[in-house]
């Protein structure tokens, strides 16, 4: 019964900063990869930034020096700083845990996923 549950998001302008947080219950939140995920409209689900068990952090190249991907596996939360946001950003945010094992069909690669929140850029 692994439930992530992300909160943060909202509207703001370009230029503008949110972040997302997301707190994982039901397993031991440690010894799971973690990741930020977001789909448009139209589009399909990217993965935006990735960070180890050891706290390795990786971005895609369209948000590296913008976004900062953290987290605190004492409060079984992630995080996803995010600066300096432009319209591309607007999306669904997803956060998701545990790299899986085998490929499984819509998967992405991650085991548990959260609900999603929405972040919109205005111009």
């Known amino acids: 019964q692994v439930q992530l549950v992300e909160s943060g998001g909202g509207s703001v302008q370009a230029g503008g900063s949110l972040k997302l947080s997301c707190t994982a219950s039901g397993y031991i939140f440690d010894n799971c990869n973690m990741a930020w995920f977001r789909q448009a409209p139209g589009k399909e689900r990217e993965l935006v930034s990735s960070i180890s068990t050891v706290s390795t952090p990786r971005y895609v190249d369209s948000v590296k020096g913008r976004f900062t991907i953290s987290r605190d596996n004492a409060k079984n939360t992630l995080y996803l700083q995010m600066n300096r946001l432009n319209t591309e950003d607007t999306a669904v945010y997803y956060c998701?845990?545990?790299?899986?094992?085998?490929?499984?069909?819509?998967?992405?690669?991650?085991?548990?996923w959260g609900q999603g929140t929405q972040v919109t850029v205005s111009s």
């Open positions: 998701a845990a545990c790299l899986l094992t085998a490929a499984v069909p819509g998967s992405y690669g991650y085991q548990n």
